[in-house]
């Protein structure tokens, strides 16, 4: 599976747009980037995941770059509850999901 | 949330004793994962099963071993529990669908080997 690169913290302000980026410069053609995050000491949670297009759901809008080299992850209106380490996490679709987390990043909503 | 019961939620234990942590799932999915995560890290993959009876080693599986009799069912099994093996346990569980294939997670099993 492919490395990513994450940077470790970020902020944003409660009601803004939060826009988390991730590297993954040796991704392959048959893989997904997957997003998942953990609030406090919870299990992770899926978020969103696309191949090459942008994707949309009802927690997060997932912008890939034409080149797959990276992409964004966009919470729309970031509330409190949105606090939490996010990982990007590159992978086929298929079989069994072994996730390899890395260090995430640390996203912290201020009121 | 996905139907996902780890048993127990915490446990204190001492060196050397057996541990048995339980999974159980009620979304019949085929595929269950034990994970582990210390402090500072992200989760690292022990082991994992892809149906009754068919586990496989996942990064870091020395010390464990795992067994799935039913397919709700995952055990992870510390046959000697170390200090070092102190850390928070995560279950997880997917499906090798075509579109829906993220993992959903427990709400994991604090253990602490003193």
Redesign the interface.
Known sequence: DAKTTQPPSMDCAEGRAANLPCNHSTISGNEYV?W?RQIH??????II?GLKNNETNEMASLIITEDRKSSTLILPHATLRDTAVY?CIVRV????????????TRLTINP | DAGITQSPRHKVTETGTPVTLRCHQTENHRYMYWYRQDPGHGLRLIHYSYGVKDTDKGEVSDGYSVSRSKTEDFLLTLESATSSQTSVYFCAISDPGQTNTEAFFGQGTRLTVV
């Open positions: 997957y998942y000491s919870q299990g992770p949670q899926y995941h990982y679709v298929q079989g069994a999901q072994k996730l390899v987390f890395g260090q995430g």
